[in-house]
């Protein structure tokens, strides 16, 4: 009977998603046929608020003439202008509302590189979640998020705002963010809001890390690396997409109808909406795509851009392109289909106003607590010599450093707005939480720029006298994220020297990190007993960092992105291919070449003479309290049949006296294919948590389809062939075991 019931039950759920949506298209058509082609384009144009034009803003809408708005952020206003779409425009179609709300509205969680620390898609999703109730409680019901690009260098400052290197992880955490943002499905939940993936594709590869700079990717490395983290947060139900800046291979994203029409609409069927980044359209005319606004707009809507961001070409040529034949009405249309389905889907025509009575959710105080443990799961502990931490509460600290009590910058790049007065820093956190704490405050620098040495005795003296230091170090919020890329990535200013002041006190110091993007601190390492990394750890970092300091955490996070030794050896990521001279675990160095050493190259192998041939940290690596023993590899076969699964099975203990959590992670290597493979491939991660002492088994299921990839033909298919398997604690160890596809 209960079968029977459950049945009735699936086919119910489906057959009434497929009527809605049947009901959708009908409500689409219908009111596309009641359009004006100057209405329709109005669909297709999105403003940028701004106080100062509302007026002349409420009468472009009332003319039917805009279809959406970013940066508005007063309710009042939103409803006002709102009602101006419903009541006084012609056929009353509601605005959908965009803003930038990356990690966090007001409530602000790390920034997306170090949620990407945490492995956990739950956390990520919650955060997501959050930040779609506080953002839709005021009116706002787009996010221009998740961003989904690659990142493999550290001198992008956007790579701050991406999920890391992997295109597995940030597939599962882009995902995870989709579903917190829309209501995990329900997109006209009252507290979903849109997500716009973005930047679509490849921008994380600008060349030379420098921001909007070119990028080259070729047609494997798109499909099989920069593709996939996109194609999973839109099989999550991403409602929108977002076109990015650079031209791949000498075409702008704006203008590649490869990209937006053949792999998004015909192989992967979305079926949401297409908007540009800011002005990305009209700036074809720059990169020398374009010779006009007109012909931008050719280019785009012919492309498949359906929504153009402020930069007005489509509203201004659009119509009379269309009387020229030049853009077929059928393009327009299906624009402005696929915006007006993402608008009905969202419930904007029944509920068009926020409820500006409804009380405040706004930094509530479940929204702290996660936004809390997001900070607590996404630092990394990078060392910890001799166990010095976690730290006695009833040692003397002398806390020391400009990141100690920095509530703008702890919350990161990408923070419109969140509010510097609700952070909690970790001076404000130890008088709050920790009171009972014996310690000194010497900032000795004023921000993480600042040059000034003169107060480094005092920091010195104030770690002579304590039994340890902890010192605040990093980067301020603005000098990563959009535009901000650097060349020379070590701790900035004279930070290094402080810290080196503050260890010839000849006191153990705990150095915590507080940046947007990873440093290379090698150099640094000497004068740093123990080291915490948090990627900008947000409105509630002061108190994960010292609960972590003081053991009541415990850290878990891995890195989601390679630290380099220096910042020549980018691009350095975990995931590379083998090439024909791997180096070998010694390599030669400086040293070893003598005076009028003869020309020779042989021997030599795929490395640099004065950095070796590895990173400082790899991919996945991050410490913990706790220490996990791995055992047991287990396959459920040495071989599987194409369309077979594999079962894995490791034994992870928890060896020590600390309960903690450990992320396990999964990792593959296809030794030949019809293309050459990378050394190793992230396929399945789980966090752990295991008490002192306890032992768990953690299985993944391994299909052949996740070893599926595009290979010579461009066709993506699993290739028989021989695999290694691990399964650790990083990129770089685990235990390893092989098996076939037969
Ligand atoms: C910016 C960014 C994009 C953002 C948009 C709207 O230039 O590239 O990520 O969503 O403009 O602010």
Known sequence: M?????????????????????????????????????????????????????????????????????????????NEIQKAAMEKSRLGIPLIIGRDIIHGFKTIFPIPLGQAASFDPELVENGARIAAIEARSIGINW???????????????????????????SGQLGAAMVKGFQGNGNLSDSNAIAACVKHFVG????????????????????????????????????????????????????????????????????????????????????????KDSKQVSEISANAGVDMEMVSGSYIKHLAGLVKDGKVSIDVVDGAVRNILRVKFRMGLFENPYVDVERQSVLYAENHLKAARQAAIESAILLKNDNGLLPLAENKKIAIIGPLADAPHDQMGTWVFDGDKNYTVTPLTALKREYSHVNYL???????SRDKNTSEFDKAKAAAASADVAVVFLGEEAILSGEAHSLSNIDLIGVQSDLLRAVKSAGKPVVLVIVAGRPLTIERDLPFADAVLYNFHPGTMGGPAILDLIFGKANPGGKLPVTFVREVGQIPMYYNHNNTGRPAPDKVMTLDDISLEAPQTSLGNTSFYLDSGKDPLYPFGYGLSYSKFDYSDLHLSSGSIALGG??????????????????????????????????????????????????????????????????????????????????????????????????
């Open 2 to 78: 209960n079968k029977i019931i459950i049945f009735l039950l699936f086919f119910f759920c489906i057959f009434s998603i497929n009527a809605q949506q049947q009901n959708v298209e009908k409500r689409v058509d219908e009111l596309l046929s009641r359009m004006t082609l100057e209405e329709k384009i109005g669909q297709m144009n999105q403003l940028n608020y701004s106080k100062g034009e509302r007026v002349s803003l409420t009468s472009r809408v009332e003319r039917g003439e805009v279809g959406s708005l970013l940066n508005i952020t007063d309710p009042i206003a939103i």
């Open 143 to 169: 996010t221009f998020a998740p961003m989904l690009d690659i990142s493999r260098d550290a001198r992008w400052g956007r790579i701050a705002e991406s999920l890391g290197e992997d295109p597995y992880l």
């Open 203 to 290: 921008y994380g590869a600008s060349e030379g890390g420098r921001d909007y700079n070119s990028t080259n990717i070729p047609p494997h490395l798109m499909r099989n690396t920069y593709l996939p983290p996109f194609r999973a947060a839109i099989e999550a139900g991403a409602a929108t997409l977002m076109t990015s800046f650079n031209d791949n291979d000498g075409i702008p994203a704006s203008g590649n109808d490869y990209i937006l029409k053949t792999i998004l609409r015909k192989e992967w069927i979305f079926d949401g909406f297409v908007v540009s980044d800011w002005a990305s359209m009209t700036e074809m005319i720059a990169h020398g795509y374009a």
């Open 441 to 447: 405050y010497e900032p000795a620098l004023k921000y």
């Open 645 to 742: 699964t594999l079962t894995v099975k490791a034994t992870i203990q928890n060896t020590s006296k600390i309960d903690g959590t450990e992320v396990v992670q999964l990792y593959i290597q296809d030794l030949v294919g019809s293309i050459v493979r990378p050394v190793k491939e992230l396929k399945g991660f789980q966090r752990i948590s295991l008490k002192a002492g306890e032992s768990k088994i953690v299985e993944f299921r391994l299909t052949t389809d996740d070893l599926a990839f595009y290979g010579r033909d461009l066709e993506k298919k699993a290739e028989a062939g021989d695999f290694k398997l691990w399964v650790g604690g990083s990129s770089k160890e685990g235990l390893m075991t092989k098996f076939k596809i037969e």
